[in-house]
DNA sequence: CATGACTTGACACGACTTGTATCAAACCTT
DNA sequence: AAGGTTTGATACAAGTCGTGTCAAGTCATG
């Protein structure tokens, strides 16, 4: 009843933006993808000016600087997440970190556990878990009692993860 | 493969039992349990010389400081967390908080999961609402699908927290 | 080859969280 | 009434975490 929210909301935009040289623009080019895919992907997702959630899906690789852009957050963040294990971006030759759009997806849900849930890492990790272990139990579920009772697992696990604030599209 | 295990154990004995007056023996009267009964009950769990996780669970009531030191938690600790909604202790007459031995094995998840695991309060709260949910879900999909899909359901889950750590015995 | 732009890892700082210590006041039992 | 305990409030120390900064390395371009 009481049960205060406890939502701390720190980190996101303290900062002017000043040019420090961590908030670049062009990529160095990747040597896997098609020679500057990700930094032409890149640009289009930011030239129509919407800032932050709705970004349109889009299919590719993009660099550091470029999911930091996408995603709002700082590069260091996102450096760190990786040392932590969070994530695992692929790299290109040069051993540039390359975040597919799958890892951008997986990066939203940690910003919303982290900002508006108020998990630390531990619970950010503890919570990608969660999702993916019962995301592979709704399969073996659905797997073993057939297709009527596979889809009521995945109506309750829908409510469940509703009830818990994740966003996960499943 | 990297992923390092970032368990801090902070809390737990960077104190010497220096006897501040916030860790006594005998409780007050209850008013509520046949009179005395708690303390009873909490020195009978006490005096077999166990010490931790593994007391034997016991019907009956305790008051904080007897709570405390069943789950070697400072009291201040138990007054915390019912402050942020985590656990919510009876009262006596007289306004003593009165713990169950349902609060106390929800405190000894609560434990688990910020010592061991390393989460934060939000953290806790986020892991219980999905004990919560997913035990709620188990028995509404048992109820739907019949007894044997049931069954089915309850390994599954029983699978899962095992492997996310949690300490539900269902 | 030289230059510029960018990334990399490492370190440090400030804000916030959290368990614990401390205090005066109120309560209960002897 | 006296002693012991709980209560709520406040304060402090240690840890966490996002971010700023730096030198060194890499890559494309002139």
């Given at each position: 009843m009481t049960q205060q929210r406890r939502v701390q909301a720190r980190r996101r935009a303290p900062s002017p933006p000043l040019p420090g040289q961590d908030a670049p623009y062009r990529p160095a080019?990747?040597?896997?993808?098609?020679?500057g895919a990700a930094q032409q992907e890149a640009g289009a997702s930011e030239?129509?000016?919407?800032?932050?959630?709705?970004v349109v899906a889009m299919e590719g690789v993009y660099i550091i600087s470029v999911a930091a852009r996408i995603l709002d957050m700082h590069p260091q963040t996102l450096r760190k997440y990786e040392r932590l294990g969070l994530v695992r971006p692929g790299r290109t030759l040069g051993m540039l970190r390359l975040y597919s759009t799958e890892d951008i997806r997986k990066l939203r849900i940690i910003r919303h556990l982290s900002?508006?849930?108020?998990?630390?890492l531990a619970g950010v990790e503890f919570a990608l878990a969660a999702i993916q272990n019962l995301l592979t139990m709704q399969q073996r579920l659905a797997a073993k009692l057939g297709p009527e009772a596979g889809e009521q697992v995945r109506e309750e696990l829908h409510l469940l993860f509703e009830s818990l604030n994740l966003p996960v599209d499943q």
């Open positions: 080019d990747t040597s896997i993808s098609p020679s030239a129509p000016g919407r800032e932050d959630d709705t900002d508006e849930m108020g998990l630390n």
